[in-house]
């Protein structure tokens, strides 16, 4: 949306956002393992689009009891998902767990795959089987959904070059990770125009 030209100009506020970086190097061994086996084509081939739907039942025993009756269990388990914090509204835990699981489309875990697989921050990747020695203008957009949608042979990295404030979670904690990490360097790389804006306790779970 910050890419429009109708809504640059029109944002006032940013919202939180998932995780982002670079996966190549990750070190989650399942998820590699799941990625380098193509899973994700596997769902796409048996029609399978969502995974891990909403179910009713399970949110209303982990809103309705789990945080409720068992409040230090609740409490515990929130900070070991997401770290220790002051910063976070109790009250609001049953409303965060009752939305769990969400859910979330095969495309989404296919990009999430893609991007393990070739190391890239970037759009999802449509396919082309084009012969990229011949040129995009000679490349048929009915052989090659990436020209037909965005216009080249592979999809464009994603523009880190446009937040202005960066809220990382745990403030100095997460900044000394990210300036001794690959992946961390590379995120840092990626945002030269932006402020980072440390706040110690603020941890992913207080937006």
């Not at 899973?39 to 891990?52: A, M, R, S, W, Y």
């Not at 049953?94 to 769990?100: H, K, N, R, Y």
């Not at 190391?119 to 490349?139: H, I």
């Not at 840092?188 to 440390?198: D, K, M, Q, T």
Request: glycine share 8%; proline share 5%.
């Amino acid at each position: 949306m910050m890419e429009s030209l109708y809504f640059k100009n029109k944002l006032l506020r940013g919202r939180p956002s998932p995780a982002v970086s670079w996966l190549g190097h990750s070190k989650a061994e399942l998820f590699v393992a799941l990625a380098d086996a193509h899973l994700d084509l596997l769902f796409e081939g048996l029609g399978v689009v969502k995974l891990l739907a909403h179910n009713e039942l399970l949110t209303k025993f982990l809103a309705g009891y789990t945080c409720t009756a068992i409040d230090d269990i609740c409490g515990s388990a929130i900070s070991l998902l997401f770290g220790t914090t002051t910063s976070l509204n109790i009250s609001h835990v049953p409303v965060l767990i009752s939305q769990t699981p969400a859910g979330t489309s095969v495309k989404d875990i296919a990009h999430f795959a893609q991007g393990i697989r070739a190391d890239t921050f970037a759009r999802f990747d449509y396919g082309c089987s084009c012969v990229q020695a011949l040129g995009l203008s000679l490349c048929a957009s009915g052989i090659c959904p990436n020209k037909a949608k965005y216009g080249s042979f592979a999809p464009p990295a994603y523009v880190l070059r446009i937040p202005v404030y960066w809220f990382p979670p745990l403030g100095e904690t997460c900044k000394a990770v990210m300036q001794t990490s690959r992946e961390g360097t590379e995120v840092l790389e990626g945002f030269p125009r932006s402020e980072i804006v440390l706040r110690r306790l603020f941890t992913a779970s207080d937006s």
